[in-house]
C-alpha cells in the first residue's frame, strides 16, 4: 500500500503496536520538559535574601532600613539606588520589581553572597538549576537571568538578577 | 440655557490649555531634565570626551564618515529596543560601582586598536550614564576620538531615522 492511501486509523494502530516503546520514548521527555520549567518564581522568590525584596512585587520601595532612594529612568521603567545599602531595585512600567542588584555582603540569591569565589558561586548557581548563558557570567533558568559581577580576584562582588521580558 | 452652555465650553478650553506642558520637552517634566543635565555637566567635564547630538550624527552617517559606534546597552535591551545602524555592542552598568574587568576587556574589543579612530557611544537617553561609563574608560585607554551621544536610541528613534533589530 502507497503511504499516500494510508487511513488514520493504520497510524493509530501503529502507535497502540508500539506504545510500550513510544511511552519509554516520551516519559523521559515529559521529564525533562518538568526539569525545565521547575524554576517557578515562588522557589526564584524564595531564595532571594536581599532586605525581604521580591521578584513580581508591588511593593513602592522608597526607603528601606532608614536608607533613602534615588530614582533613575531606563529604558524598561525606572530603577531605585539604596547607595549605602549597596542595594538597586529596578522597576517595570508596571510598578512591579523586575530586577534586583546587590553588592551588600550580608544578602544572598541562591545563598550566593557577594564576596565569595567564582567557583564557589558558579557551583551553588548550576546546583539551583541555571546554566550557563553568556559564559563565563551569565546563567539563565526560564524567564530568569543572574549575572554574576566578578573583580580581578575573581570574587563575586556583586549579583544581578533580572526577570526576562 | 445657552449662556450656560458658553460658559460650560469656555471652561473646558481653560482647562486644556491650562493643562498643556510648556519646557524643554513639552511632553516632559522639567525637573529630571534638569537633574539629568546637571549629572551630564558633571560628566563631561570628568570625562574628557567630545559630544554629539543626534543630527550632527546623522549627518556623519550620510557623509559615510568613518565612525565605530557602540551600544553600552545590555545585549537584551539592543535585542529589544533596536541599535544605530552598524552599532557593536560594548555593554556598560549603570553606574562604576558595577563595573567588571570582563566589561572594560568587551568594551575595548569593540572599540577596536586603531587609537585614532572616531568612536561614538550611546545608551539609553540623557539621564543614562552607561555612554559615559564607556567614553571615560576609551579616553583613559588612549582613544584619541571619542564621541558621547547623549540622546542615544531615544533620540534616534524620535527622529525615526533607522535602527537596526
Known sequence: ?165 | MRILSVLTVGAMLLAVIGCERVGTSPKGLEVPIEKAAFKFVTDVKDGGYKIVGTEELKKWLNESKKVTIISALPVDDDKAFGTLPSSINGAMPKTEKELTQADKDNLLKAAGSDKENTIVIYCGFLACRRSHIGAKILVENGFQNVYRYPGGITAWKEMGYTITK
Not at chain 1, 518538568?34 to 536581599?50: E, F, M, T
Not at chain 1, 528601606?64 to 530614582?71: D, K, L, R
Open chain 1, 1 to 165: 500500500m502507497d503511504w499516500t492511501q494510508r487511513q488514520p486509523v493504520y497510524y493509530f494502530g501503529a502507535a497502540m503496536k508500539y506504545q510500550k516503546v513510544l511511552i519509554s520514548l516520551l516519559l523521559p521527555l515529559l521529564f525533562a520538559g518538568c526539569q525545565n520549567n521547575r524554576i517557578s518564581h515562588d522557589k526564584i522568590n524564595d531564595q532571594i535574601d536581599v532586605f525581604g525584596i521580591k521578584l513580581y512585587s508591588d511593593v513602592d520601595y522608597k526607603e528601606i532600613n532608614g536608607v533613602v532612594a534615588t530614582e533613575e529612568p531606563c529604558l524598561r521603567g525606572y530603577e531605585r539606588s539604596f547607595d549605602n545599602l549597596e542595594v538597586i531595585i529596578g522597576y517595570g512600567f508596571d510598578h512591579k520589581i523586575r530586577k534586583i542588584i546587590t553588592r551588600n555582603s550580608r544578602t544572598s540569591i541562591f545563598g550566593i553572597k557577594p564576596g565569595i569565589t567564582y567557583g564557589e558561586g558558579k557551583q551553588k548557581i548550576l546546583q539551583a538549576g541555571f546554566s550557563e548563558y553568556a559564559p563565563p557570567y551569565t546563567f539563565r533558568a526560564n524567564r530568569y537571568s543572574l549575572t554574576f559581577l566578578v573583580n580581578g580576584n575573581n570574587t563575586i562582588f556583586g549579583l544581578t538578577l533580572e526577570l526576562l521580558d
